[in-house]
C-alpha cells in the first residue's frame, strides 16, 4: 500500500484527491494537512505527498519533503521561477513530479502539439486560445505557457489569447493554419476531478522513483518530446 499524505487536504482538490486515495486498492490515505495543520505533523506517515496549495507553500512543502525523504507530486501552479528554482533544487534529494496541468489529456495534448509543430512547416500559423473561470490567478495559465512552449520550438512565433469566464474549468485549443488547411486540437475540461485523477495517476508512479524532477510525460511515457 502507498501511503498518501496530502497537503492542501480541506480545498476543493484535496476533498477530489482524498476521494480517489480512498477508493483505490492499493493506496491509503496516510494523513492531511492545511493551514491549520502544518505538513510537518503528518509527513512522516507519508509514503508520497500530494501538494495542492498555493504558490507560496509549495516550495515550502517541497523542500520539507527533501528533508525527510519523502517524494512529492506538486499540482500548484502559478509558481515563479525562485519558486520554481527551490523546487528543483528539492529534487537533486527526492524525486519530484510537478506539471503545468495534471489532466492526463492535457498531458497528451502537449505531445500533439509536439508531433504537429514539428511537422508542418514554417506556413502554417500558430494560435492558442485559453479560457479558465475568473478566479484562475494566472493569465495565461501555465498550460498555456508550456503549449507556447512546445509549439515555438526553433523559434517559431506562436501567439496566446487568454480568457477568464464564470465557472469554466479549463479550455484550451491550438490551430495550425495553413495555405490550404488549418488543424486544430483542443481540450475540454468537464470537472476539476481530472486534475486529482491525474495527481493520483502520478503519485502511483512516483512511489519508489529516483532523486530528479519529473512531469506528467514521464507518467505516461511521452518523454520522446522535448518538454
Known sequence: MINIVITGYKGRMGGHIAKLVDEASDMTLAGGADIDAPLKDVI???????????????????ELAAEMG????IGT?????????????ASERIPVIHAPNMSLGVNVLFHMINTAASTLGEEFKIEINETHHTKKLDSPSGTAKRMQEVASAGG????????REGDVVGDHSISFDGPEEILEIKHHAKTRKLFARGAVTAARWIAGKEPGLYDMSDVLGLRSSPL
Request: charged residues 25%.
Open 70 to 73: 519523502k517524494p512529492i507530486v
Open 156 to 163: 517559431r512565433t506562436v501567439n496566446v489569447h487568454a480568457f
Open 44 to 62: 512522516e506517515k507519508a509514503d508520497v505527498v500530494i501538494d495542492f496549495t498555493q504558490a507560496n507553500a509549495a516550495p515550502d512543502n517541497a
Open 77 to 89: 501552479t502559478g509558481l515563479t521561477d525562485e519558486q520554481l528554482a527551490r523546487v528543483k533544487k
